[in-house]
Nanobody, 115 residues
């Protein structure tokens, strides 16, 4: 079964940068919206950023101006460029994809912002 595979998480100091990537492990004919969500310990999962197949982007207010989501079609690969990272950005970041028939989630990648 095709899965979403994420990479790029890790430990970074405040003010630093990281890039996350996500791609399907196999072929998926059509994916509409892809995006990133995050969940910090003791908190609800929240939207970080999404991008449609046509390139329309949406960001959480907390990351606007610092994070950039990009997408490569038809590979269905997305990236999250994170700059000016803050300790409150620490969370497990999960990739999400919405197809015609289902919603897919990646396994999650840990991002820790700490000095």
């Amino acid at each position: 079964q095709v899965q979403l595979v994420e990479s790029g998480g890790g430990l970074v100091q405040p003010g630093g940068s990281l890039r996350l990537s996500c791609a399907p492990s196999g072929t998926i004919l059509f994916i509409n919206t892809m995006g990133w969500y995050r969940q910090a310990p003791g908190k609800e999962r929240e939207l970080v950023a999404t991008v449609t197949r046509g390139g329309t982007k949406n960001y959480a207010d907390s990351v606007k101006g610092r994070f950039t989501i990009s997408r490569l079609n038809p590979e269905n690969t997305i990236y999250l460029h994170m700059n000016s990272l803050k300790p409150e950005d620490t969370a497990v970041y999960s990739c999400n994809a919405v197809t015609a028939t289902r919603v897919m989630w990646g396994q999650g990648t840990q991002v820790t912002v700490s000095s």
